[in-house]
């Protein structure tokens, strides 16, 4: 079992930065990759970034590709988001999520935390 707690989300400017923050109960947690997904108003769950277990592998939707960066602290049972260059596009809600396995496929993520809004004005 794994609890996860987004954290970092708010309202910043187009070009601006924002990091979010995933924190993860359960020992487990450093055996399972970690993914990123992104929910906008009216548009379906979308892919944003996944790091395997040891944070040696890692994926990118080509939307964020080279502005967003996924990472992972085991011991601190912590995965992030560094968010750069943001855009009004990368408005949504966030949330972070656990698989058995490294991927984009949300259906495949087994645990996920309750979200974190971010805003982009236009």
């Known amino acids: 079992q794994v609890q996860l707690v987004e954290s970092g989300g708010g309202l910043v400017q187009a070009g601006g930065s924002l990091r979010l923050s995933c924190a993860a109960s359960g020992r487990t947690f450093s055996t399972y990759p970690m993914g990123w997904f992104r929910q906008a108003p009216g548009k379906e769950r979308e892919f944003v970034a996944a790091?395997?277990?040891?944070?040696?592998?890692?994926y990118y939707a080509d939307s964020v590709k080279g502005r967003f960066t996924i990472s992972r602290d085991n011991a601190n049972h912590t995965v992030s988001l560094q968010m750069n260059s943001l855009k009004p596009d990368d408005t949504a809600t966030y949330y972070c999520?656990?698989?058995?396995?490294?991927?984009?496929?949300?259906?495949?993520?087994?645990?996920w935390g309750q979200g974190t809004q971010v805003t982009v004005p236009s």
């Open positions: 999520a656990a698989s058995r396995s490294l991927t984009t496929r949300d259906r495949e993520y087994r645990y």
């Open positions: 790091i395997n277990w040891s944070g040696s592998r890692t």
